[in-house]
Nanobody, 124 residues
């Protein structure tokens, strides 16, 4: 059974940093792309970042240079490290996979499987 579970969401001040984690199970982690997407109330879902099995990465333009996606093949989580957080970044962040190696630009926001999400709030 494919499962993804996000964690790490928190309340952060503008300009702050946070790392989200996505723990996966039920599939061969090393063979497939994993992506992060987000959804804020009243806004459309946005693909944020994606990492392929060869560790090539893709980012939403507005997070390029601020967010870093990485994967740990030994421990199987995928991380999204976020720096210089802005007022437009708050959302529920989800990780997902469609069991393909399919990262590309623009980063997709729909996946066959996704986790329940973790909330990022940016506030003073």
């Amino acid at each position: 059974q494919v499962q993804l579970v996000e964690s790490g969401g928190d309340v952060v001040q503008p300009g702050g940093s946070l790392r989200l984690s996505c723990v996966t199970s039920g599939f061969s982690f090393d063979y497939y792309s994993i992506g992060w997407f987000r959804q804020a109330p009243g806004k459309e879902r946005e693909g944020v970042s994606c990492i392929n099995l060869g560790s090539s990465t893709y980012y939403l333009d507005s997070v390029e240079g601020r967010f870093t996606i990485s994967r740990d093949s030994a421990k199987k989580p995928v991380y999204l490290h976020m720096d210089s957080l802005r007022p437009e970044d708050p959302a529920v962040y989800y990780c997902g996979t469609s069991l393909y190696s399919d990262c590309a630009a623009p980063v997709r926001s729909d996946y066959r499987f996704r986790g329940p999400g973790t909330q990022l709030t940016v506030s003073l």
